[in-house]
């Protein structure tokens, strides 16, 4: 058997009729950029996440980048400004706090959940921070209530980066709704994932909103005038139509890999495996799911040997890696352990129990 990381055509396959379908609608109307298909998406994902507004963006880099732009014209930020930001993330969240003259500031996660904690934030303040930006890290939210009892103790913003965590929540209330804003990846392999590139930020704040969503079409809310220097980010019609018919199916994809996760959490029981850790299982969507093993490359190999494909999410710390030189002096032992023990297992709605199966005996069978 063969069991591929994340087979995207299979399971965009599942809803092939109606995306050919939704594609053909998009052609035929001659609309292709600002039309019903992006605002009809934008208003159903921001009901999704509980919010008034989403504003679509090209991708999940610029939604992260342009709540920082609209934050520095709306005086709240200045640059030199400092954002603490998770070690262990994306490079994307650290290149939008560059990009915009801003400092990151990195801090350790907690090495269970994968995310950064009130401990670890606080310990970070300065005089100079003026953001906390969370990643709701492979599915699993960050303690946000702890976070924005910090925010609101030393008078703080909060943007959340939800790009792996659609429809992950917290008493009910979802990722993108916590924070001042949100910015949401719709990368193809993401959970909720579009035919190409594609990117939202949530918020419920409605002059963010308006500066957002002129900023991302070239600082212009009429057409021909432009108050700010804006960029070019926009959500296109053909995939704002994708990620409708997407996101009909995204609870049942949802539970689907909620599904998937309860057999690997139950029967791997190779000691030498260290299994993620859920703070709230039903708050857990599951966007990877992730090993931790002092055996990492050789269990990598097993695998690979057993035509299992894994990933390695990610492979190099940011502080580690040539365009962040600056950073290298940084001492973060507890990302840096993680970087090499972590092990991402396939993993996605359309994967069949005899594929899950074969991995978990797979799994079980290994020894360095
Ligand atoms: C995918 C991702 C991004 C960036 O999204 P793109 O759409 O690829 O630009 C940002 N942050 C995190 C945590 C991500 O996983």
């Known amino acids: 058997m063969k069991v591929e990381f994340l087979n995207l055509k299979k399971v965009n396959q599942r809803y092939e009729d109606e995306l050919i379908r939704a594609c053909s609608d998009v052609v035929k109307s001659g609309y292709f950029i600002d039309g019903e298909q992006v605002h009809a998406f934008e208003q159903e994902f921001a009901q999704f996440c509980g919010v008034r507004y989403c504003i679509g963006t090209g991708n999940g880099l610029d939604a992260l980048s342009l709540v920082f732009r609209a934050w520095k014209e709306m005086g709240k930020l200045r640059e030199g400004d400092e954002v603490i930001v998770p070690a262990n993330t994306f490079i994307a969240t650290v290149l939008a706090i560059n990009a915009n003259g801003l400092v990151p500031v990195m801090v350790e996660p907690d090495a269970a959940t994968f995310n950064i904690t009130a401990q670890t934030v606080v310990q970070a303040i300065t005089?100079?921070?003026?953001?906390?930006?969370?990643?709701?890290l492979y599915g699993q939210m960050a303690p946000m209530q702890e976070l924005i009892e910090l925010a609101n103790a030393h008078n703080l913003l909060?943007?959340?980066?939800?790009?792996?965590?659609h429809g992950a929540e917290i008493d009910?209330?979802?990722a993108g709704s916590w924070g001042h804003a949100a910015a949401f990846s719709f990368y193809p392999g993401k959970n909720l994932g579009a035919l190409g590139d594609a990117g939202g930020v949530t918020t419920n704040d409605d002059e963010l909103a308006a500066l957002v969503s002129a900023m991302?079409?070239?600082?212009?809310?009429?057409?021909?005038?432009?108050?700010?220097?804006?960029?070019?980010?926009?959500?296109?019609?053909?995939?704002?139509?994708?990620?409708?018919?997407?996101?009909?199916?995204?609870?049942?994809?949802?539970?689907?890999?909620?599904?998937?996760?309860?057999?690997?959490?139950?029967?791997?029981?190779?000691?030498l495996i260290k299994?993620?850790?859920?703070?709230?299982?039903?708050?857990?969507?599951?966007?990877?799911?992730?090993?931790?093993?002092?055996?990492?490359?050789?269990?990598q190999s097993w695998l690979a040997n057993h035509n299992i494909k894994t990933l390695i999410h990610y492979p190099i710390a940011i502080h580690k890696q040539p365009a962040f030189q600056h950073l290298k002096h940084l001492q973060l032992p507890v990302t840096e352990q993680l970087h090499k023990k972590i092990l991402s297992l396939p993993l996605s709605a359309a994967m069949t129990s005899e594929e899950v199966d074969y991995v978990i005996s797979c799994l079980n069978s290994f020894q360095p």
């Open 127 to 136: 005089t100079r921070t003026r953001v906390i930006l969370p990643v709701h």
């Open 216 to 271: 991302r079409n070239y600082g212009s809310s009429e057409k021909y005038h432009h108050q700010y220097a804006g960029v070019n980010s926009r959500l296109d019609e053909i995939q704002a139509a994708m990620l409708r018919v997407k996101l009909r199916y995204l609870k049942e994809e949802t539970t689907q890999r909620r599904v998937i996760i309860e057999r690997y959490l139950h029967t791997i029981n190779n000691p």
């Open 275 to 299: 299994l993620p850790t859920a703070v709230i299982e039903e708050a857990h969507v599951w966007h990877l799911f992730v090993i931790q093993t002092e055996h990492r490359d050789a269990l």
């Open 158 to 165: 909060i943007l959340e980066d939800s790009a792996q965590a």
């Open 172 to 174: 009910a209330q979802p």
